[in-house]
C-alpha cells in the first residue's frame, strides 16, 4: 500500500536559518505529492505540489523537488520566519482506479518552531 | 463561508455516549472526506463521499463509526458508544471532483472530540 515517511519533530531552527525537512514515499503507479501546512489554530492548507517527477513545486519561499529515482519530495526553505511555525504534513496521492477517488495518504506531521 | 466549516470546534463526552459531528464544505466542492488526527500520528482517512455515489468507508475503524451526506452538501460523522481511543481531532476536507485539482483538499480547522 502507500505510505508517506517524514523526519521526526520538533524541528527547532532561528529565524533566517535553512530548512529542510525530509519525506519519501512508498506509491504504486505515479502518484502526486504535496506539502500541507497546519498552523497553530488553523485547518490544513496546501503550501505545493508537484504532479510528475522533476516537477518542483513552490509557494512562499519553499521548494520541493519530486524526485522519482530517490522516491522523495524534501521541503526546503532558504531563510525561515517566526511565521512559519507550523506543523508541515506531506502527503501524496494516488487515484484508486475505478473509483476516481483521489485519495490523500499523509505522513505524521512534522513540527516546526522557528525562534526569533 | 467561503472555506469549509466543522461543529464543534470542541467536544468532551463520557465513555459510551454518542457524539455527531458536523461538516459543510466548499459550496459547488462535490468530494467531501473525513480524516482523523490523533496526537502524535499522521492523518488517518475515515470515509470519502463523491457526488450521489455510493460513500467508500474503507476507512471507518469500527461500526460505531457512521457518516451520511445530505443532499450532496452537509456531512454527518457520528460515534457511537464512545470509547476513549475516540478522541481525536476528527477532519473534514472538500474538493473539486476528482480528476480535477490534482488531488488539493480543502479542510476545515476540525472538531477535537475528547472522551472522558
Known amino acids: 500500500g502507500n505510505s508517506v515517511t517524514q523526519m521526526e519533530g520538533p524541528v527547532t531552527l532561528s529565524e533566517e536559518a535553512f530548512l529542510t525537512i525530509n519525506c519519501t514515499y512508498t506509491?504504486?503507479?505515479?502518484?502526486?505529492l504535496f506539502w500541507y501546512v497546519q498552523y497553530p489554530g488553523e485547518g490544513l492548507q496546501l503550501l505545493l505540489k508537484?504532479?510528475?517527477?522533476?516537477d518542483k513545486g513552490s509557494n512562499k519561499g519553499f521548494e520541493a523537488t519530486y524526485r522519482k529515482e530517490t522516491t522523495s519530495f524534501h521541503l526546503e526553505k532558504g531563510s525561515v520566519q517566526v511565521s512559519d511555525s507550523a506543523v508541515y504534513f506531506c502527503?501524496?496521492?494516488?487515484?484508486?482506479?475505478?473509483?476516481?477517488?483521489?485519495?490523500?495518504?499523509f505522513g505524521s506531521g512534522t513540527r516546526l518552531q522557528v525562534q526569533p | 463561508g467561503a472555506g469549509v466549516s466543522q461543529s464543534p470546534s470542541n467536544k468532551v463526552t463520557e465513555k459510551g455516549k454518542d457524539v455527531e459531528l458536523r461538516c459543510d464544505p466548499i459550496s459547488g466542492h462535490t468530494a467531501l472526506y473525513w480524516y482523523r488526527q490523533s496526537l502524535g500520528q499522521g492523518l488517518e482517512f475515515l470515509i470519502y463521499?463523491?457526488?450521489?455515489?455510493?460513500?467508500?468507508k474503507s476507512g471507518l475503524p469500527s461500526d460505531r463509526f457512521s457518516a451520511e451526506r445530505t443532499g450532496g452538501s452537509v456531512s454527518t460523522l457520528t460515534i457511537q458508544r464512545t470509547q476513549q481511543e475516540d478522541s481525536a481531532v476528527y477532519l473534514c476536507?472538500?474538493?473539486?471532483?476528482?480528476?480535477?485539482?490534482?488531488?488539493?483538499?480543502?479542510f476545515g480547522e476540525g472538531s477535537r472530540l475528547t472522551v472522558l
Open positions: 463521499f463523491q457526488g450521489n455515489s455510493a460513500p467508500d
Open positions: 502527503a501524496l496521492s494516488d487515484d484508486q482506479g475505478d473509483t476516481g477517488r483521489r485519495a490523500l495518504t
Open positions: 508537484a504532479t510528475k517527477a522533476d
Open positions: 476536507a472538500s474538493s473539486l471532483t476528482p480528476g480535477q485539482g490534482a488531488g488539493e483538499l480543502f
Open positions: 506509491a504504486t503507479g505515479y502518484p502526486s
